[in-house]
């Protein structure tokens, strides 16, 4: 199995940037697709972005421009930088990877973008 733990999330002023963190462990395979989730309370969880094991992205309409996915191979750590944060980027953040060893989630991390 895989475990997916994030970490990165807090408080942030319209504006402002944060950068998340998902550390992978367990039994990691060379082909996958990883992605960023998040929701909000009352919503239901839309994809943020996602990148594959060939380093192909892509974005949802309303962090276009605003939030970059990557990934060091050599952690085994996936990032969501995020800047020019707005309120309605207000949600708990989950890491998922979808490979030939399942589909797994992490356990989420706040993020709240309030002044």
């Known amino acids: 199995q895989v475990q997916l733990v994030e970490s990165g999330g807090g408080l942030v002023q319209p504006g402002g940037s944060l950068r998340l963190s998902c550390a992978a462990s367990g039994s990691i395979r060379s082909i996958y697709v990883m992605g960023w989730y998040r929701q909000a309370p009352g919503k239901q969880r839309e994809l943020v972005a996602q990148i594959n094991s060939g380093g192909r992205t892509n974005y949802g309409d309303s962090v276009k421009g605003r939030f970059t996915i990557s990934i060091d191979n050599a952690k085994n750590t996936m990032y969501l930088q995020m800047n020019t944060l707005k309120p309605e980027d207000t949600a708990v953040y989950y890491c998922?990877?979808?490979?030939?060893?399942?589909?797994?989630w992490g356990q989420g991390t706040q993020v709240t973008v309030s002044s």
């Open positions: 998922n990877r979808k490979g030939l060893a399942g589909n797994f």
